[in-house]
């Protein structure tokens, strides 16, 4: 049955003014990143992306992990400090949640044998000595900085890495999940370190949701691909995220790196097998890719989220 024209006009009309609707008066937009740089000829292309990001209309910058490659780079503090001073850079507030590469891949001979828990904590020391964000101007974070069990030292905890802000009414909480089976499987003092930071990731997770619930919009960022490597480890977090997402019935945005395939969709299901359509997952650039995401966020949508690739360029490197 053919439509009336005055109804496919009006059908036409209504959606032009849903596209051509003003943005809300909270609307702003952040930018993400990870897996970046990698080597000596991605450095310097990271390095202007950064300046060039400072021209950018975002509130803030996120790298969600591995500032350095997993394999053939050492993981020495000089390398740390100089990774801070080029976050500190930034014009906008950084926001920096460990990778596996910076830490947990350190124990690899051609990284240099280090400690992982050696490095990881070195690491806290560096990058999240106050609650503050890094970059030229900081914001103010919450850290995760209790102790999760009592006894004297903390047996299990703090984990500073863990930060939480709020912007606009929107949520965002990072937590520290890792490649490489999330530091499982080597040994015990490193199995007794992962337990440890699972019981705090979801601690965190649970805080942000309750604090979400208020507000209108959540999003977690990590490090870790979740459905990249069949471990058991990576579960409970796709359980959370979906427990997240139909509990606050609100948009629920998981931003990751990782596995260096720029990702937008809504890979999540339960354990029966349904998909689910909230949360939605955004995975960055990563290298040889040097390059950035930008996401919108309009809090009067329904959908929140608007999601725009930015890649800088593809850097060869010869081996």
């Not at 400072?54 to 394999?71: L, T, W």
């Not at 910076?102 to 050696?118: A, L, V």
């Not at 992962?194 to 990731?201: F, M, Q």
């Not at 959370?240 to 260096?260: M, N, S």
């Amino acid at each position: 049955m053919r439509k009336p024209l005055w109804l496919v006009a009006a059908s036409l009309l209504l959606a032009q003014c849903a596209v051509l609707q003003p943005p809300g008066p909270d609307t702003f937009a952040f930018a993400v990143m990870g897996d970046a740089p990698y080597n000596d000829a991605e450095e310097p292309v990271f390095v202007d992306m950064l300046e060039r990001m400072g021209r950018e209309d975002v509130a803030f910058i996120v790298h969600v992990g591995d500032f350095k490659a997993g394999s053939n780079s050492r993981c020495t503090d000089e390398l740390f400090l100089r990774r801070k001073a080029q976050f500190d850079k930034s014009a906008h507030p950084f926001i920096f949640t460990p990778g596996d590469n910076d830490w947990t891949d350190c124990r690899r001979k051609s990284n240099g044998g280090d400690d992982p828990i050696e490095r990881l904590g070195k690491i806290r020391e560096i990058f999240f000595a106050d609650r503050f964000s890094l970059g030229a101007n900081r914001i103010e974070t919450v850290a995760q900085s209790q102790c999760l069990e009592a006894g004297t030292p903390c047996r299990c905890g703090p984990f500073p890495e863990n930060r939480m802000w709020e912007r606009s009414g929107v949520v965002f909480a990072t937590i520290n999940v890792q490649g490489s089976n999330n530091n499982r499987g080597f040994d015990a003092a490193n199995d007794r370190e992962a337990e440890c930071r699972d019981k705090a990731n979801l601690a965190w997770l649970a805080t942000a949701r309750a604090r979400a619930a208020a507000g209108k919009a959540l999003v977690v960022l990590t490090q870790a691909n979740l459905w990249d490597e069949d471990a058991p480890t990576y579960r409970i977090y796709v359980d959370a995220l979906i427990e997240a997402g139909a509990k606050l019935r609100k948009p629920v945005l998981f931003v990751h790196g990782d596995t260096h395939q720029l990702r937008i969709d809504t890979p999540f299901k339960t354990r029966d097998g349904r998909y689910v359509p909230n949360p939605m997952r955004v995975e960055v650039y990563g290298s040889p890719f040097v390059g950035w995401v930008k996401v919108d966020v309009d809090t009067t949508r329904p959908d929140v989220f608007t999601i725009e690739p930015k890649l800088v360029k593809f850097v060869f490197a010869p081996r």
